[in-house]
C-alpha cells in the first residue's frame, strides 16, 4: 500500500516536473545498478554499496525507487544515507529492514538526471559470516522527464560479495559496471575477483571526510605494503568509480589543485605482482571556499526598561549551508548562536544594559568560511546602579544607612569592604518603581575605613557594577559613649547597695525594738507581780497590826515589831 502511494506521489511529481517543457520521447534505456558489483570482505568488517543510476540519456529521469533484497544471515544494513543522492525530493527515507533482508527506497528531483552515474543512495553494510552474499533487485522503476513519467528502467543489476574469502554461490559474480568518468571504461573493470589489501587513504588537508573544507587543493596519502607492484587512482564526484586499471606507478601521495565546490571522492586501486587490481579504496572531501552570502541585521528592542532585543537575520550558503552565528556587542561579549536559537530568523539577544550598542552578526558555513553585518541601536533606563547618599563619617556600632538608584524592579546587593577588601556587610534588596533603594546597617561597624560598592541585575537579567565606589570612615566613640554605660551600671549598682543597706538596717532596728519592747512587756508584767505580792504581804502585815483581821481568824495578834522584822 506505502509503495503504491509512493509510487503514485513520484508519478505525479514527475508529470508536474515536466509539464513546463516541451514533451519529448524517452530515448535510451535507463539502469540502476550496485557498485561495487562485487567485493571481499572478513566477517565483522563494515563497507558501504551505492545504489547509482545511469538516466540512459535522452530526457532525462526525476524520479526513481527500488526494492532491494540481501541475506540477513550474511549481512546487516547499519544506515541507509541519501545525503550524496541526486534526488532532492522523497516521499519517504529510505528504509531497511534486517530481519526480512529488505532495503526500499523512493526519491525524486525538481529537475532530470541526464548523467550516466547519479549517487540515489548509500548502504552501509555489515559483514556477519562467510558466505557470497547477493544484493539484488526485487522491484525498481525510474520515470522519464518527458511529461508522462514513461518507466524508462531497463536493466537493474545486481552484486555479490565474498565473505571470509569463501564462496558459498554456484553463481558467478557479475563484472562491475564502468561509470562515465574519463578514468572509466569497458576495459578497465577486470573480469578476475580482485585480491584484497588493508590500506587506508587519510589527508591532512581534509582529515573527516563528514566535514566541509575551505581548502580547495585536496591532498591523499597511503602506505604501499610489499605486496603491491603500482596504483591507479581517479577523483570525482561519484562514490562509486574504478580507476582503470592502467599503472601510475608506486604512489604513496596525490594531490588536486583548485577543485570546485561540493563533495569529491578520491579512489585508488592497487596491483599486485601477478597483475590482479583491488577493488578501490575511496576517500570523500568536502569542499566549500565561499563564504555565506550578503545579509542584513534588523533590531527590534524589547518593551519596557532596558526590554530584551530582538535582532532578525537570516543568512543563506547554498554550499555547506550556514553551521552557526556569532554575535559580539559593543566588540568585547561574543556569544556563539546555533541555528536552532533563530526562530524564523529571529533571535533574542542576552541581557543588555541601557544605552548604545553596537552587535555584529558573523554566519559561519560548516567550512569555516563567514560574512558579516552589523547594526547600532540604544537602550533607555538607568545605565548604571549607584550610591546617592551615605555618611562619609560614622561612630562605630552606630546604625549606618545607605541609599541609591539602579534600574527600575532590579536586584541590587550593596558590599561593604574593609580594608582588605573583605567583605564585612551585604545587603540585597529591589529596587522600587522609580528605582531607589535603601539598606540599613542597625548594628553599625568597627572603627576602621571602608569602601562600598553596589551592583545590580536587571529584571531581564542583565548585570552591572558601580565604577565609582565610595568610601566610609568609622571612629571610636568619646568616653561617655564608650564608658557612659559602666558607669551608669557602677552608679546603680551603689544605690542598690545602699538602698539594700538601708533596708537592711531598717530590718535591724525593728527587729531589735520589738525585742525591746517584748522585754519591757515582760518586765513589767514581773513587776506588776512581785508588787502585787509585795501588796498582799504588806496588807496581811497590817491585819496582823491592827489584829482584827488575825483575831477574826483566831490568830494571835502580831505586835509592831514582829510585823516590822516580817517585812523586813
Given at each position: 500500500?506505502?509503495?503504491?502511494?509512493?509510487?503514485?506521489?513520484l508519478?505525479?511529481?514527475?508529470?508536474?516536473?515536466?509539464?513546463?517543457s516541451?514533451?519529448?520521447?524517452?530515448?535510451?534505456?535507463?539502469?540502476?545498478?550496485?557498485i561495487?558489483?562485487?567485493?571481499?570482505?572478513?566477517?565483522?568488517?563494515?563497507?558501504t554499496?551505492?545504489?547509482?543510476?545511469?538516466?540512459?540519456?535522452?530526457?532525462?529521469?526525476?524520479?526513481?525507487?527500488?526494492?532491494?533484497?540481501?541475506?540477513p544471515?550474511?549481512?546487516?544494513?547499519?544506515?541507509?544515507s541519501?545525503?550524496?543522492?541526486?534526488?532532492?525530493?522523497?516521499?519517504?527515507?529510505?528504509?531497511?529492514?534486517n530481519?526480512?533482508?529488505?532495503?526500499?527506497?523512493?526519491?525524486?528531483?525538481?529537475?532530470?538526471?541526464?548523467?550516466?552515474?547519479?549517487?540515489?543512495?548509500?548502504i552501509t553494510?555489515?559483514?556477519?559470516?562467510?558466505?557470497s552474499?547477493d544484493?539484488?533487485?526485487?522491484?525498481?522503476?525510474?520515470?522519464?522527464?518527458d511529461?508522462?513519467?514513461?518507466?524508462?528502467?531497463?536493466?537493474?543489476n545486481?552484486?555479490?560479495?565474498?565473505?571470509?574469502?569463501?564462496?558459498?554461490?554456484?553463481?558467478?559474480?557479475?563484472?562491475?559496471?564502468?561509470?562515465?568518468?574519463p578514468?572509466?571504461?569497458?576495459?578497465?573493470?577486470?573480469?578476475?575477483?580482485?585480491?584484497?589489501?588493508?590500506?587506508?587513504?587519510?589527508?591532512?588537508?581534509?582529515?573527516?571526510?563528514?566535514?566541509?573544507?575551505?581548502?580547495?587543493?585536496?591532498?591523499?596519502?597511503?602506505?604501499?605494503?610489499?605486496?603491491?607492484?603500482?596504483?591507479?587512482?581517479?577523483?570525482?564526484?561519484?562514490?562509486?568509480?574504478?580507476?582503470?586499471?592502467?599503472?601510475?606507478?608506486?604512489?604513496?601521495?596525490?594531490?588536486?589543485s583548485?577543485?570546485?565546490?561540493?563533495?569529491?571522492?578520491f579512489?585508488?586501486?592497487?596491483?599486485?605482482?601477478?597483475?590482479?587490481?583491488?577493488?578501490?579504496?575511496?576517500?570523500?572531501?568536502?569542499?566549500?571556499?565561499?563564504?555565506?552570502?550578503?545579509?542584513?541585521?534588523?533590531?527590534e528592542?524589547?518593551?519596557?526598561?532596558?526590554?530584551?532585543?530582538l535582532?532578525v537575520?537570516n543568512?543563506?550558503?547554498?554550499?555547506?549551508?550556514?553551521d552557526?552565528?556569532?554575535?559580539?556587542?559593543?566588540?568585547?561579549?561574543?556569544?556563539?548562536?546555533?541555528?536552532?536559537?533563530?526562530?524564523?530568523?529571529?533571535?533574542?539577544?542576552?541581557?543588555?544594559?541601557?544605552?548604545?550598542?553596537?552587535?555584529?552578526?558573523?554566519?559561519?558555513?560548516?567550512?569555516g568560511?563567514?560574512?558579516?553585518?552589523?547594526?547600532?541601536?540604544?537602550?533607555?533606563?538607568?545605565?548604571?546602579?549607584n550610591?546617592?547618599?551615605?555618611?562619609?563619617?560614622?561612630?562605630?556600632?552606630?546604625?549606618?544607612?545607605?541609599?541609591g538608584?539602579?534600574?527600575?524592579?532590579?536586584?541590587?546587593?550593596?558590599?561593604i569592604?574593609?580594608?582588605?577588601?573583605?567583605?564585612?556587610?551585604?545587603?540585597?534588596?529591589?529596587?522600587?518603581?522609580t528605582?531607589?533603594?535603601?539598606?540599613?546597617?542597625?548594628?553599625?561597624?568597627?572603627?576602621?575605613?571602608?569602601?562600598?560598592g553596589?551592583?545590580?541585575?536587571?529584571?531581564?537579567?542583565?548585570?552591572?557594577?558601580?565604577?565609582?565606589?565610595?568610601?566610609?570612615?568609622?571612629?571610636?566613640?568619646?568616653?561617655?559613649?564608650?564608658?557612659?554605660?559602666?558607669?551608669?551600671?557602677?552608679?546603680?549598682?551603689?544605690?542598690?547597695?545602699?538602698?539594700?543597706?538601708?533596708?537592711y538596717?531598717?530590718?535591724?532596728?525593728?527587729?531589735?525594738?520589738?525585742?525591746?519592747?517584748?522585754?519591757?512587756e515582760?518586765?513589767?508584767?514581773?513587776?506588776?507581780?512581785?508588787?502585787?505580792a509585795?501588796?498582799?504581804?504588806v496588807?496581811?502585815?497590817?491585819?496582823?497590826?491592827?489584829?482584827?483581821?488575825a483575831?477574826?481568824?483566831g490568830?494571835v495578834?502580831?505586835?509592831?515589831?514582829?510585823v516590822?522584822?516580817?517585812?523586813?
Amino acid at each position: 500500500m506505502m509503495k503504491g502511494f509512493a509510487r503514485f506521489v513520484l508519478l505525479s511529481f514527475a508529470l508536474e516536473a515536466a509539464a513546463f517543457s516541451i514533451p519529448a520521447h524517452a530515448a535510451g534505456s535507463a539502469s540502476l545498478s550496485i557498485i561495487p558489483a562485487t567485493g571481499s570482505h572478513a566477517p565483522g568488517s563494515i563497507f558501504t554499496a551505492s545504489v547509482m543510476l545511469d538516466s540512459g540519456g535522452g530526457v532525462g529521469v526525476n524520479a526513481a525507487d527500488g526494492d532491494l533484497a540481501f541475506d540477513p544471515s550474511l549481512l546487516a544494513v547499519q544506515s541507509v544515507s541519501k545525503a550524496n543522492s541526486v534526488f532532492n525530493l522523497w516521499v519517504a527515507d529510505p528504509t531497511f529492514s534486517n530481519t526480512d533482508g529488505s532495503v526500499t527506497f523512493s526519491g525524486g528531483s525538481t529537475s532530470a538526471y541526464t548523467g550516466s552515474s547519479g549517487d540515489v543512495i548509500d548502504i552501509t553494510f555489515k559483514a556477519l559470516k562467510a558466505g557470497s552474499a547477493d544484493v539484488k533487485f526485487t522491484s525498481g522503476s525510474a520515470l522519464a522527464a518527458d511529461g508522462q513519467g514513461t518507466d524508462v528502467l531497463g536493466s537493474k543489476n545486481s552484486a555479490t560479495f565474498t565473505i571470509g574469502g569463501a564462496s558459498v554461490s554456484s553463481n558467478p559474480a557479475p563484472t562491475p559496471t564502468p561509470t562515465a568518468t574519463p578514468d572509466n571504461s569497458a576495459s578497465a573493470v577486470a573480469a578476475a575477483p580482485p585480491f584484497t589489501v588493508s590500506i587506508a587513504v587519510t589527508s591532512a588537508t581534509h582529515p573527516d571526510p563528514t566535514q566541509w573544507y575551505a581548502n580547495n587543493n585536496p591532498v591523499f596519502t597511503w602506505q604501499l605494503t610489499s605486496d603491491i607492484a603500482s596504483v591507479s587512482t581517479a577523483f570525482d564526484r561519484n562514490p562509486g568509480t574504478y580507476p582503470r586499471r592502467s599503472s601510475e606507478g608506486l604512489l604513496s601521495t596525490k594531490q588536486y589543485s583548485n577543485i570546485g565546490e561540493g563533495t569529491w571522492y578520491f579512489h585508488v586501486r592497487f596491483e599486485d605482482s601477478l597483475g590482479d587490481w583491488s577493488d578501490p579504496v575511496n576517500y570523500g572531501v568536502r569542499i566549500d571556499d565561499t563564504p555565506p552570502g550578503p545579509f542584513t541585521v534588523n533590531v527590534e528592542t524589547g518593551a519596557g526598561v532596558s526590554g530584551r532585543t530582538l535582532l532578525v537575520f537570516n543568512a543563506t550558503d547554498t554550499v555547506s549551508g550556514v553551521d552557526h552565528y556569532v554575535a559580539t556587542f559593543d566588540g568585547v561579549s561574543s556569544t556563539t548562536i546555533a541555528l536552532s536559537d533563530v526562530q524564523s530568523g529571529v533571535y533574542t539577544a542576552p541581557p543588555l544594559l541601557p544605552g548604545k550598542h553596537l552587535v555584529n552578526i558573523k554566519a559561519v558555513d560548516k567550512a569555516g568560511n563567514s560574512s558579516e553585518a552589523n547594526a547600532a541601536f540604544e537602550l533607555q533606563g538607568v545605565a548604571m546602579p549607584n550610591i546617592t547618599n551615605f555618611p562619609a563619617t560614622v561612630i562605630e556600632k552606630s546604625p549606618i544607612v545607605l541609599e541609591g538608584i539602579a534600574d527600575s524592579g532590579s536586584n541590587v546587593t550593596v558590599d561593604i569592604n574593609d580594608a582588605g577588601n573583605k567583605v564585612v556587610s551585604e545587603g540585597k534588596m529591589v529596587a522600587d518603581e522609580t528605582g531607589h533603594w535603601l539598606y540599613a546597617v542597625e548594628g553599625g561597624l568597627s572603627t576602621g575605613k571602608y569602601s562600598l560598592g553596589v551592583s545590580m541585575v536587571t529584571v531581564q537579567g542583565a548585570s552591572a557594577s558601580s565604577t565609582m565606589k565610595g568610601a566610609m570612615d568609622v571612629i571610636p566613640a568619646p568616653f561617655l559613649d564608650r564608658f557612659g554605660l559602666v558607669l551608669i551600671v557602677i552608679l546603680l549598682a551603689c544605690i542598690g547597695g545602699l538602698v539594700t543597706f538601708g533596708f537592711y538596717k531598717k530590718k535591724l532596728i525593728e527587729m531589735q525594738f520589738a525585742l525591746a519592747k517584748r522585754e519591757n512587756e515582760e518586765a513589767r508584767e514581773k513587776a506588776k507581780a512581785v508588787f502585787e505580792a509585795l501588796r498582799e504581804e504588806v496588807d496581811d502585815q497590817i491585819s496582823h497590826m491592827e489584829g482584827g483581821a488575825a483575831q477574826a481568824q483566831g490568830e494571835v495578834k502580831l505586835e509592831p515589831e514582829q510585823v516590822l522584822d516580817a517585812m523586813r
